[in-house]
């Protein structure tokens, strides 16, 4: 149980391009999801926490008009990188919680380059 | 804030078993999770552990918390090849609902046959 699917696992597009990023929770309902992005050989670092039916809640530091987040179903949420640029390169991870005091299960991971 | 500390490299024989150790700083009611990241994947939940626990044993896999140190250690006993990966300490605490974890830097384990 406690599956999150993630979806497309890699993307290679042209700058100026956006890209949208699926998180899914199969087999259950997640009240929470959270998007955390990773460079390589570190750690995760979250960009943002995401309540169904509510706004987003950006890390400092992170882009909320860059970094889109929608959470509009108890199983779905998406990252959609707007204009993206070969700086916003990097592994994207979303997890999803079902209660605050549950173990967050994580998608496999969407691999960005931005040529 | 909180912070979670992990030794970045640890190299076992096939057959040993690894200790991966882990320090935090949070002095509140924590959730304190191990996660497992296989290259270029996301992270599987191992197992994980409440801070009015002392250990956990699930298998292969034995948690023990020392809270005076806040010190976390996670035994993998007869450790495989496919144990080879990179092994996360994660915090939970009270203090932000047990909703955002606190990552340590992860440690590579590296097992040789």
């Known amino acids: 149980g406690a599956v999150v699917s993630q979806h497309p696992s890699w993307v290679i597009c042209k700058s100026g391009t956006s890209v949208k990023i699926e998180c899914r929770s199969l087999?259950?309902?997640?009240?929470?999801m959270f998007w955390y992005r990773q460079f390589p050989k570190q750690s995760l670092m979250l960009m943002a926490t995401?309540?169904?039916?509510?706004?987003?809640?950006?890390e400092q530091g992170v882009e909320k008009d860059k970094f889109l987040i929608n959470h509009a179903s108890l199983t779905l949420s998406t990252l959609t990188v707007t204009s993206a640029h070969p700086e916003d390169s990097s592994f994207y991870i979303c997890?999803?919680?079902?209660?605050?005091?549950?173990?967050?299960?994580f998608g496999d991971g969407t691999r960005l380059s931005i040529l | 804030g909180e912070d979670v500390e992990q030794s970045l490299f640890l190299s076992v024989r096939e057959g040993d078993s690894s200790v991966i150790n882990c320090t935090y700083t949070?002095?509140?009611?924590?959730?304190l999770y191990w996660y497992k990241q296989e290259p270029g994947a996301g992270l599987q939940l191992l197992t994980y552990?409440?801070?009015?626990?002392d250990m956990k044993q699930d298998q292969r896999l034995t948690v023990l918390l020392n809270k005076k140190d806040k010190h976390l250690s996670l035994r993998i006993a007869d450790t495989q090849t496919g144990d080879s990966a990179i092994y996360f300490c994660?915090?939970?605490?009270?203090?932000?609902?047990?909703?955002?974890?606190?990552f340590g830097t992860g440690t590579r384990l590296l097992v040789s046959p």
């Open positions: 087999d259950f309902q997640a009240t929470t």
């Open positions: 949070d002095s509140s009611s924590t959730y």
């Open positions: 997890s999803a919680t079902q209660t605050s005091n549950q173990p967050q299960h």
């Open positions: 552990i409440f801070s009015n626990m």
């Open positions: 995401s309540n169904e039916g509510s706004k987003a809640t950006y």
């Open positions: 994660a915090l939970g605490s009270m203090n932000t609902g047990f909703q955002k974890l606190v």
